[in-house]
């Protein structure tokens, strides 16, 4: 079994509000320092072992269903895990 952690961002070109509102909010709490949030996503899943190539189903799986790949970048970590 594989415990695979994903993890979704906005592309660098795309603006992000909820980051903007973040960041004036934290630099209002006098954390000056902080100069940019960026907001993104993050998902585990769960993918019981079979023939197929880990990998390539973790990549269809995000580009399919998970993730917006028109505005998001998305990076994984796979882990072998026993089964519960």
Known sequence: MYKVKVYVTL????????GSAAT????KAEFTEVQDVR??????????KTEKNIEETV???CRDLLVNTVIEDYRFE???VEAK
């Not at 004036?24 to 630099?27: F, Y």
């Open 11 to 18: 592309k660098e070109s795309v603006v992000d509000p909820h």
């Open 24 to 27: 004036k909010a934290l630099q």
């Open 39 to 48: 907001i993104g996503k993050y998902m585990e899943v769960t993918i019981e």
């Open 78 to 80: 796979i882990e072998e």
């Open 59 to 61: 990549h269809k799986l």
